[in-house]
C-alpha cells in the first residue's frame, strides 16, 4: 500500500527548460537604437511587436518582454525624429531651391550683362532705392575688377549643392571654409556662384533686405516666387577681400563683418608685379 502523502507523477511527464531569450526582440533593440540609418528604428519597433506577439504565444518558453517594449518605445520615438527632421530639411532644400534659386540666377545674368556694359540687370537684384544710388562709376569698377581677377561670366550655379561645392573652391576663402557668413554686422549675405571660362568660379555676395520677404512669396499656390532683393553687393577677391558696388553702401559692412577687406576702384584690381631686371652683363675682360 503506498503513501498517500507522496505525489505520484505520470510516466514521461515532461520537464519545463528555462525559457530562452527571444531573439526578435534582440535584432529589434539594436534597430531601434541606431538612428544614423533612415527607417531602421521603425523596422526595430515592428521586430519589437512581432517579438511581443510571439513571447506572448510562446507558453512560457520565450522571454525578453521589456527589452521588446524597449524596442518598440525607442523605435516610434527616433522615428518620429527622423520624420521631423527629414520634414524640416526638405522644407529648407524647397525654400533654398525655391527662392535663392532665382535670385542667383538674377544675380548671373546681371553680372553677365555688366561684364557687357550694361547695367540694368542690377534692377532685378536690387531694390528700387539701392537701384537708384548706383552710378555708372560704381557700376563700370565693379565690371573692371571681376573682369580682371577672373575674366567675363558666364553664368551662374542654380543647383543648391552644387553651389556650396563652388563656395569652398572659390577665390577669396583662400582654404578657409569657415568664413562668417551670416556676419556680424550689416545685412546678411545672399550667396551666388558665377561661372568663368576654363573651369574658374567666384561667389557674388547680395547684401540681403529683409523686407524684400515680403514680397517674394507667392500671389497664389502655384505662381512663381520673385527672387529676394539686395541694397548692395560685394565679389569675392583673393586675398580675403571683395570688391563692393557701392563705395560706402551696406555690402562694406557685410564684408567687415564675414572678416573680409572691402575695396572699392583701383584697390580691388590685381596689383601689377614689377618687371623682373635684366642680369647684369659680367664685364669684359681686358684683352691684353
Not at 111 to 136: C, F, I, Q, R, Y
Amino acid at each position: 500500500m503506498s503513501d498517500q502523502g507522496t505525489p505520484v507523477y505520470a510516466v514521461g511527464e515532461r520537464e519545463f527548460d528555462e525559457p530562452r531569450m527571444s531573439a526578435l526582440a534582440v535584432v529589434g533593440l539594436v534597430c531601434s537604437l541606431i538612428c544614423l540609418i533612415p527607417a531602421l528604428p521603425l523596422i526595430g519597433a515592428a521586430l519589437g511587436g512581432a517579438a511581443l506577439l510571439k513571447i506572448n504565444s510562446s507558453g512560457g518558453r520565450l522571454a525578453g518582454v521589456g527589452m521588446a517594449l524597449v524596442a518598440i518605445c525607442v523605435g516610434v520615438v527616433l522615428t518620429l525624429a527622423q520624420s521631423g527632421l527629414g520634414y524640416v530639411g526638405w522644407r529648407s532644400y524647397s525654400f533654398m531651391q525655391h527662392f535663392l534659386g532665382p535670385t542667383s540666377q538674377h544675380a548671373g545674368d546681371a553680372m553677365v550683362a555688366l561684364a557687357a556694359g550694361d547695367a540694368s540687370g542690377l534692377n532685378k537684384v536690387l531694390t528700387e532705392e539701392a537701384s537708384a544710388k548706383v552710378t555708372p562709376e560704381d557700376a563700370a569698377q565693379f565690371a573692371r575688377a571681376m573682369e580682371a581677377h577672373y575674366g567675363k561670366p558666364s553664368g551662374v550655379v542654380t543647383d543648391i549643392f552644387e553651389m556650396f561645392e563652388g563656395v569652398k573652391r572659390s577665390p577669396g576663402f583662400e582654404g578657409d571654409t569657415q568664413l562668417k557668413i551670416g556676419g556680424k554686422s550689416g545685412n546678411p549675405p545672399l550667396p551666388a556662384v558665377l561661372k568663368f571660362p576654363q573651369g574658374k568660379v567666384a561667389v557674388l555676395f547680395i547684401s540681403f533686405d529683409p523686407n524684400s520677404m515680403k514680397k517674394a512669396k507667392p500671389k497664389s499656390p502655384g505662381a512663381a516666387a520673385e527672387a529676394f532683393r539686395g541694397e548692395d553687393m560685394l565679389l569675392l577677391l583673393p586675398g580675403h577681400k571683395a570688391v563692393t558696388l557701392l563705395k560706402d553702401g551696406p555690402a562694406r559692412g557685410t564684408a567687415l563683418g564675414m572678416g573680409i577687406e572691402p575695396v572699392y576702384g583701383d584697390a580691388a584690381l590685381p596689383k601689377e608685379r614689377p618687371p623682373a631686371s635684366e642680369p647684369t652683363p659680367a664685364p669684359a675682360q681686358e684683352q691684353r
